[in-house]
């Protein structure tokens, strides 16, 4: 999805308008009896959005002068902002910006201001930035930092603005100011930024610097914006630009998330289809491509699984993998939604899959999972998430996994199970 050419950069993004600035039970507990007639709904999935932003950071990266070799974790924390006084006016702050301009007495007024209208005027002025005010802006915020104010959020949107305003400016700026390190957030903050509107100039710029440490980790910030201006610009550059292995990584998870942020799930699975067939950095292609649907709603991501069934090696790896993710990271979501909804038996690798996420739910939270069955007895396909449960636990609680073999409704299904217990049992004396 290519920008027009000549776009207007635009004002400062939407979402910034809004800123203001035990477990009970146990598995070896055994399962009491349900009424015939009863039957719990399965837990409902809370699907989140993976790509909602975190929130701005607590502290501001200071320009760091004194030669103290902090690295990019290590931001200048500050103290907590002090109280203005009632009348409004804060005497420290107006006694040391005699020298400024109005347009920054303005900028101190708005960030002194706590209150919304505070921080809207605060916004309000941003939008008139420019890149004249930049040295002014990052003087004040270092001096109000020194005199105990919290001023992260506002230092944080100054440079997300500058870097629309003038991508190169704040860019270099940053550089300079950074570049002894491997990385910092608003580095890549401002390269990011400028990417999305001038790929081509920014990763000149990017590259026509000197190779330092710095240089590294804003590659990551190029790649974001560059995926987000144009995802297949940003595979047409990974293609050709000589980048690490870790970059190249981090760029096909930023196109991946791209495609299905702007086209949805399917332009992933064609992006997939496209370049993995070819060979070229297999790895990352399928990493990046299982990192969207893992977050993606169940019936969604198993469905695409499903449909590499057999289709060749690399797809076979591919449903694998997805399928290890979907265990590890969601497994109680996903046994409520193997075990309740029609058709789930039928997927292909439906057994593993689910002896995965029953065996990591139990590692994780075992009573929860006796718990839900316990709730859901009379779900669909109980038989499918019950039996993985009753035969993992047999080693650690012979009785307590036959009792919940008896619950099984499948009668061939639950003397498999019993004999599994059994060789269990056997097996641990």
Known sequence: MNPEPNRVLPTLPAFLLGLGLGVGGTWLALP????????????????????????????????????????????????????????????????GNAGEDDRLKAFRRSILDTSTVGRRQ????????????????????????????????YDRLFWLRWAEVDGAAASAAMFARDKRFPETALSNLAISTWAKYEPEAASAWLFAQEDIPLREGMTNGLLEGMAEYDPAFAMRFLESAKLSTRQRAHGYAQIARQHHLQQGLGAVGQWYEEHAAG??????????TTGVYA???????????????????????????????????????????????????????????????????????PGAMAGWLEKNRGIRNYDLVAAPFAAQIARDDPDAARAWAETLRDPALRETVKERIASAGSAGR
């Open 279 to 288: 060979g070229r950095d297999l790895d990352q292609v399928i990493e990046a």
């Open 295 to 365: 977050r993606a709603p169940f019936a969604e991501a198993l469905g695409w699984a499903d449909s590499l069934e057999g289709s060749s090696d690399h797809a076979m790896r591919t449903r694998n993998q997805l399928h290890a993710r979907l265990a590890y990271d969601r497994p109680d979501g996903l046994i409520a939604y193997l075990g309740g909804e029609p058709g789930t038996e039928n997927l292909g690798g439906v057994v593993p899959l689910t002896e995965r996420a029953v065996s990591r739910w139990i590692q994780t939270n």
């Open 32 to 95: 009491r009896e349900t009424p015939a007639d009863a039957g719990g709904a399965p837990v409902a999935q809370v699907e989140q959005d993976a790509t909602t932003p975190a929130p701005p950071e607590a502290g501001t990266l200071l320009e760091r002068s004194d030669g103290s070799g902090r690295g990019a974790a290590d931001p200048v924390v500050e103290a907590a902002p002090r109280p203005v006084p009632v009348d409004g006016v804060d005497l420290e702050a107006d006694a």
């Open 122 to 153: 605060y916004l309000t002025l941003l939008q008139d930035l420019t890149t004249e005010d930049a040295p002014g802006m990052m003087a004040l915020f270092r001096e109000m930092a020194q005199r105990g104010h919290a001023v992260g959020d």
